[in-house]
């Protein structure tokens, strides 16, 4: 009886990602992307303190619903505006590990900002990331800008930006709800909401339940996933992807994602969360979530699993030596790119 | 070649850079049916179309924001703030993000987007419809300021903004609008952005101003000219990067300086040239540098003698010219 109630589910679960048109390559490179990016927020930590790295911010728990969403998006041609925490969702969109490592040690090859800006402001114009800033909100502005331009230019690309759960709070990121619905534009705005703006709870941070009911004020659909379902976070991203290809404007997307870690590396959420509370969220681990699935669904076995964390921490072991290798920026280059140099083409 | 208003000579450009090229945007409060407040954007509506000419929400942030998102993805939008005292809001977008994106991204990504602000006092428009603006952003390096001060720069230096590769925050001084009339031809040119011009040649001792100062200026220098006094005016019209070869150029021949701005005077934009001269025509001098700016006082008052009391006239010029002129 047990065993044939184990067998029913795992084939009903099985159908699960197949039904929304993934295949179990989809899902097991899914998987991948999601232990890739744990691993390298481990190794990003394990860097920081010891002494390799000044400063870390990323986003563990919050790589389920990264991947998820990306999934839908043509990497090549579509954009991406991100924020501090995408670390999975850089990684999908086509930067490497060693990219993301380069920023992390400030190298002249940091394909972001060749070692100008703190670790964790992402942006690659090769795979259409756009560069970051520190300022929380002001991405928002620019992803419906982005959208704007396709819209008239005729492009079909397709917007995705993404933020915390505190950034709604900013009148730029209502600003650019408010005229990505005027004019319906291709734009998938995403709120990874971990509960905590560094030590701010949400009870603090708005007076409504869910960031997805704004939505409403905006005109556009609101709508709202667990990020430890990352099943779920693909087929509420798969759609919104899609209305916005057809022309049928914006969407609110709200994760609701277990915050793992401390804020950065200069934060301890131990001082501000209860320890019951740290426990709890942990049971909501994506990589957990997301791999117990693929378990019960026999995707992955213990022997996949070991040769995807084999490759994984080759690669990441081969990124840690090149982007150590690299040479730091060079002095003499401080004053450039102010302004664009003559002779040189437009960026 | 015609004569035309200040005001027209911005829209001529407006209308020229559009129909030049596809890429070319305008965005901003009232652009469009009305085509703007003081009329810069007349026509462009019914030429180019909505998704061209953009009624924008009343947001300022988005404005600028929204601006540099389609510059990144290969449009040229012309943002229109419909005073400068209401582009606060986008001070955060204008600095942290135009500004920086070019040198944060080590020149992966640039914003080539004009930021246009009608600044100024006229006459009754008080602490909010009166303010310079000029001294926040010409601090910021990564954003070019210019103000230019004659029709034939306004079009052509608006031309050259559009086709710069990097932000630009064009000021127009609203009291020129109507009153500044100038030549202008009807095609396409540029005015580059960068270059001060010396309007006035003089011997004596050199007054540098910008928009709507330079004319009262020139006024001034003409009346003290009958008083034996020969003063030479620069235009400095880009105010960052500035030039500072043509400010020294004068310096070296005149010995002394006056810089004329109507912004509240302490940290105001006319610090950092006489820093400048102080600097680097030290040798030069035969007097102190003097500043003539406005009173420190949180904005321009309404009521006509309060507004006088305020304003830089060219009575106020002379007096300081007399004053410099003697020491």
């Not at chain 1, 839908?72 to 999975?88: E, G, I, N, Q, T």
């Not at chain 2, 924001?65 to 419909?82: D, H, K, T, W, Y």
């Not at chain 2, 419809?129 to 720069?153: C, M, N, R, W």
Request: aromatic share 8%; hydrophobic share 40%.
């Amino acid at each position: 009886m047990g065993a044939m109630s184990a067998k029913t589910k795992a084939k009903t679960q099985e159908s699960e990602h197949a039904a929304l048109g993934l295949t179990d390559d989809d899902v097991l490179e899914m998987y991948y992307y999601i232990a890739l990016a744990r691993a390298l927020d481990d190794r990003m930590w394990v860097l920081q303190r010891a002494g390799k790295a000044m400063f870390v911010i990323s986003g563990p728990g919050h790589e389920g619903c990264q991947v998820a969403a990306m999934w839908p998006m043509d990497k090549k041609k579509d954009w991406f505006v991100p924020f501090y925490r995408s670390v999975a969702a850089c990684l999908v969109k086509g930067m490497s590990p060693a990219d993301l490592l380069l920023g992390l040690f400030a190298r002249a090859n940091d394909p972001s900002s060749g070692g100008r800006q703190m670790p964790g402001h992402y942006g690659h114009p090769g795979v259409k990331i756009l560069s970051t800033s520190s300022p929380v909100g002001t991405q928002y502005p620019h992803a419906a800008g982005i959208a704007y331009a396709s819209t008239l230019r005729k492009t079909g690309e397709v917007t995705m930006v993404a933020i915390g759960e505190g950034g709604t709070s900013q009148g730029d990121w209502h600003e650019a709800l408010n005229f990505a619905g005027v004019y319906k534009l291709p734009c998938l705005f995403i709120v990874e909401n971990n509960e905590y703006a560094i030590s701010v709870p949400l009870r603090k941070q708005m007076a409504v339940g869910s960031v997805a009911v704004r939505g409403a004020g905006y005109g556009m659909p609101g709508v709202s996933a667990d990020g430890s379902d990352v099943l779920e976070c693909y087929r509420v991203a798969k759609e919104a992807y899609d209305r916005a290809r057809r022309g049928d404007g914006p969407t609110l997307i709200e994760f609701r994602v277990p915050r793992l870690g401390s804020h950065s590396s200069d934060d301890q959420q131990e001082r501000y969360r209860p320890k019951e509370e740290l426990e709890r969220v942990r049971q909501r681990d994506p990589l957990k979530t997301f791999g117990a699935y693929l378990q019960r669904a026999g995707l992955l076995t213990d022997a996949r699993k070991q040769e995807i964390a084999d490759r994984i921490k080759r690669e990441i072991d081969q990124a840690t030596d090149v982007a150590d290798a690299s040479p730091e920026p060079d002095p003499t280059t401080g004053a450039r790119y102010v302004f664009a140099e003559k002779g040189a083409a437009d960026a | 070649m015609p004569e035309v208003r200040y005001i027209d000579a911005i829209n001529q450009a407006h209308h020229l850079a559009m129909e030049h090229d596809d890429s070319v945007i305008v965005m901003g409060e009232d652009v469009g049916a009305k085509g703007g407040v003081f009329g810069a954007t007349m026509g462009l509506l019914e030429k180019f179309g909505e998704w061209r000419v953009i009624d924008t929400p009343l947001a300022e942030s988005s404005i600028a924001g929204v601006a540099i998102g389609m510059s990144v993805n290969g449009l040229r939008p012309i943002a229109e703030f419909q005073f400068a005292d209401f582009i606060h809001p986008a001070f955060n977008q204008i600095v942290s993000e135009a500004a920086r994106m070019r040198y944060r991204s080590n020149n992966a990504f640039g914003c080539p987007v004009v930021f246009r602000a009608p600044y100024g006092g006229s006459h009754g428009t008080a602490l909010y419809h009166s303010q310079s603006i000029e001294a926040f952003y010409a601090h910021v390096p990564g954003l070019k300021v210019v103000a230019p001060s004659t029709p034939y720069d306004a079009k052509g230096m608006l031309l050259a903004a559009v086709q710069d590769p990097d932000p630009v925050l064009f000021l127009e001084h609203k009291r020129m609008y109507r009153l500044v009339r100038g030549e202008v031809p009807g095609g396409e040119y540029t005015v580059p952005i960068g270059p001060a011009v010396v309007r006035r040649e003089g011997t004596d001792l050199s007054v540098f101003a910008y928009g709507w100062m330079l004319h009262e200026t020139l006024q001034a220098a003409e009346t003290a000219s009958k008083e034996g006094i020969n003063a030479e005016v620069v235009d400095l019209r880009t105010l960052a990067p500035l030039d500072k070869d043509t400010i020294l150029k004068s310096v070296a021949k005149t010995n002394r300086a006056l810089i004329v701005y109507e912004d509240n005077r302490f940290l105001g934009y006319g610090a950092e040239v006489a820093a400048l001269i102080a600097e680097e025509a030290f040798e030069s001098l035969d007097a102190p540098v003097l500043r003539l700016g406005g009173p420190d006082v949180p904005g321009v008052p309404f009521a006509k003698k309060l507004e006088e009391w305020f304003s830089i006239s060219q009575e106020k010029i002379l007096a300081a010219i007399r004053k410099l002129a003697a020491y």
